[in-house]
């Protein structure tokens, strides 16, 4: 069993900088691989990054590559998203999530994730 926590987020203005955290608690983190989701208002939770349990094999989202680094550190069971020149349609609620996914190919099907966390709001303003 994993139970995941987000922090991090908050309001921050146009072309700004986030980092997040996602602490893991329970011994099977560095099993898992982990992925960062994100819901905005009105729409459906989609996938923004993923990484393997040891770290690589790192995927991302056409709208956050080159702006959003997802790493892990297992020593600390925590992962982390850092978010830099953000836009305003990076506004959401998001999410992390960890799971024995296949393969880096299957990181953006939210079905390969049984853990979730409760999520964190990120506010961009223009």
């Known amino acids: 069993q994993v139970q995941l926590v987000e922090s991090g987020g908050g309001l921050v203005q146009a072309g700004g900088s986030l980092r997040l955290s996602c602490a893991a608690s329970?011994?099977?983190?560095?099993?898992?691989?982990m992925a960062w989701f994100r819901q905005g208002p009105g729409k459906e939770r989609e996938f923004v990054a993923g990484?393997?349990?040891?770290?690589?094999?790192?995927v991302y989202a056409d709208s956050v590559k080159g702006r959003f680094t997802i790493s892990r550190d297992n020593a600390k069971n925590t992962g982390y998203l850092q978010m830099n020149s953000l836009k305003p349609e990076d506004t959401a609620v998001y999410y992390c999530a960890a799971g024995l996914v296949r393969g880096s190919s299957y990181y953006v099907r939210r079905d390969q994730y049984p853990y979730w966390g409760q999520g964190t709001q990120v506010t961009v303003s223009s």
């Open positions: 990484i393997g349990r040891s770290g690589g094999s790192e």
């Open positions: 329970g011994r099977i983190f560095d099993t898992n691989a």
